[in-house]
T-cell receptor, first 114, second 111 residues
Framework: DGGITQSPKYLFRKEGQNVTLSCEQN?????MYWYRQDPGQGLRLIYY???????QKGDIAEGYSVSREKKESFPLTVTSAQKNPTAFYLC?????????????FGDGTRLSIL | SQKIEQNSEALNIQEGKTATLTCNYT??????LQWYRQDPGRGPVFLLL?????KEKRKERLKVTFDTTLKQSLFHITASQPADSATYLC??????????FGKGNQVVVIP
């Protein structure tokens, strides 16, 4: 079955540590996205990429970094500079070209600080 | 500032009735609007897309309207079932297929 796989489902970080969240898709989509969801808040865009080796900052990129070396993969690193990293992180992908393409989401990684 | 507003209170509805959710937006001019369903601990799932020149879109028991003058979309679930219980997210498209999401509106269908 085609889809998006995020791992791990739960992740714990100590203060001052960087952690990397994995996102892999086998939908052959060109575009990939990372969102953060906090309780009672809408999804907020962290980074997005429309093509391999290229990505753009979203609305809340500070304290995060990404890479897009392969079409299938878009890992997100939460750095120690992110002061409030506890959240539910969602990865998505979509086709590019026509506007309005639906985004397909993974089932998220929940990050907590120890 | 740009805002997308959905009702923060959960909608409790009797099975078989129609649930209606509202999405209001300000300082956006979207050509497209999407609705997603999200279950607890899961990622959102795409339900419907409606374009600015479409007044209404239907898919099975779901109906969406889009009024660009009122800056509002309505989402209806007819003949609601307990399996429809979830949070429903409104999302506007604002360039390069980026989405701006509302906070979501929870629906609880009571058997």
């Amino acid at each position: 079955d085609g889809g998006i796989t995020q791992s791990p489902k739960y992740l714990f970080r100590k203060e001052g540590q960087n952690v990397t969240l994995s996102c892999e898709q086998n939908l052959n989509h060109d575009a990939m996205y990372w969102y953060r969801q906090d309780p009672g808040q809408g999804l907020r865009l962290i980074y997005y990429s429309q093509i391999v080796n290229d990505f753009q900052k979203g609305d809340i990129a500070e304290g995060y970094s990404v890479s897009r070396e392969k079409k299938e993969s878009f890992p997100l690193t939460v750095t120690s500079a992110q002061k409030n990293p506890t959240a539910f992180y969602l990865c998505a992908s979509s086709r590019v070209g026509a506007e309005g393409q639906p985004q397909h989401f993974g089932d998220g990684t929940r990050l907590s600080i120890l | 500032s740009q805002k997308i507003e959905q009702n923060s209170e959960a909608l409790n509805i009797q099975e078989g009735k129609t649930a209606t959710l509202t999405c209001n937006y300000t300082n956006y001019s979207p050509a497209y609007l999407q609705w997603y369903r999200q279950d607890p601990g899961r990622g959102p799932v795409f339900l419907l897309l409606i374009r600015e020149n479409e007044k209404e879109k239907r898919k099975e028991r779901l109906k969406v309207t889009f009024d660009t003058t009122l800056k509002q979309s309505l989402f209806h679930i007819t003949a609601s079932q307990p399996a429809d219980s979830a949070t429903y997210l409104c999302a506007l498209i604002y360039g390069n297929n980026r989405l701006a999401f509302g906070k979501g509106n929870q629906v609880v269908v009571i058997p």
